[in-house]
């Protein structure tokens, strides 16, 4: 059977644990070559030796997606190994919930900068390579509270509707030159977000394969097909497809 990745060159941060092992695990199945990015040294290892199991490349670049210079060095090690990126997939994330008088502005700021700044960090440095070349997909790992509200929740959903507005945009910008970017707005997820075990949470909530076979759907549409905005939550499974152009 035929792999649907085989050769592309896929970078995916926040590649350690939950969503983006999933993304990097299922891509690797399907034949991609990848590079993965997260701070945690030891577990982005163990991540790296499953994917190789699968037969691609696999480069792990330990990286504070909010640090500037190592955001460079990592891109830098990346070029050098596979010459180009063709699939981006922004996942690395943090959150905390509470009262907007109980979230401590230390906590705004590290929300602000993994969710937005990093994100625009990583995609800043990954850009141009697919400008030269007028193609590539980057894909945002946004959220439900990136379209929707609730209390307790604020600075979170603050950064996330950031995360919507910075993807939305860019799509407009860059879809004539041959990049689609598109956005993945996930429901409740079994991972240890919000410091929460998975067996703590309710299992009606998405198994993180489910969002990484999603967010292959979404890569391997066909060429000229662009999806804006996908909503994937345990009450639209499969996935709601909010825009396609």
Known sequence: MKKQLKEKIVL????SSGIGKAIAMEFAKEGANLCLIARRKEELSRVA???????????????DVTDEFQVKKMINECIASFKRVDI????????RYGPFLKIPIEEWDRMWKVNVRG?????QEVLPYMVTSNSGHIINISSIHGIHT???????CATKFAVTGLTEALSK?????????????PGGVLTHFLGTPPEEKNQEFLEPEEVAKLILNIVTAPEKTLIQR????????PFVIQEII
């Open 150 to 156: 609730s209390a307790n929740a604020s600075a979170y």
């Open 88 to 95: 981006l997939i922004n996942n690395a994330g943090y959150g």
């Open 173 to 185: 910008e860059l879809w004539k030159q041959g990049i689609k970017v598109s956005l993945v707005c």
């Open 12 to 15: 995916v941060t926040g590649a």
């Open 230 to 237: 996908v909503i994937i939550t345990p009450k639209t499974r």
């Open 119 to 123: 994100m625009v960090l990583v995609t």
């Open 49 to 63: 030796k499953q994917c190789l199991s699968y037969g691609g490349i696999v480069l792990d670049i330990p990286t």
